[in-house]
């Protein structure tokens, strides 16, 4: 998400969160906290078409929903 930005400084600092975001999204998916796979699944590939297909407001729409499931898992 962040190379869709087409920002070089945004680029620079998100590629410094790498190795950490990376150990903490397979933290979150042993969580298993959206219980249903397919949902997280579906979620994940609108997200990356929105993405793909120039639709901010789309990504960010997607984005949000995902976040809000991950918060509710974690209540």
């Known amino acids: 998400m962040v190379a869709a930005a087409h920002n070089p400084i945004l680029a620079e ?3 410094s969160f790498v190795p950490r975001t990376r150990r903490t999204l ?4 042993c969580l298993c906290l959206i219980p249903d796979r397919q949902v ?3 979620l ?3 997200l990356v078409e929105a993405i793909a297909g120039h639709a901010p407001n ?4 997607r984005g949000r ?3 809000e499931l991950l918060t509710e898992g974690m209540a």
């Open 13 to 15: 600092v998100g590629d």
């Open 26 to 29: 397979i933290y979150l998916l």
């Open 40 to 42: 997280d699944r579906d």
């Open 44 to 46: 994940h590939r609108e």
């Open 58 to 61: 789309a990504a960010a729409r």
């Open 65 to 67: 929903t995902h976040l």
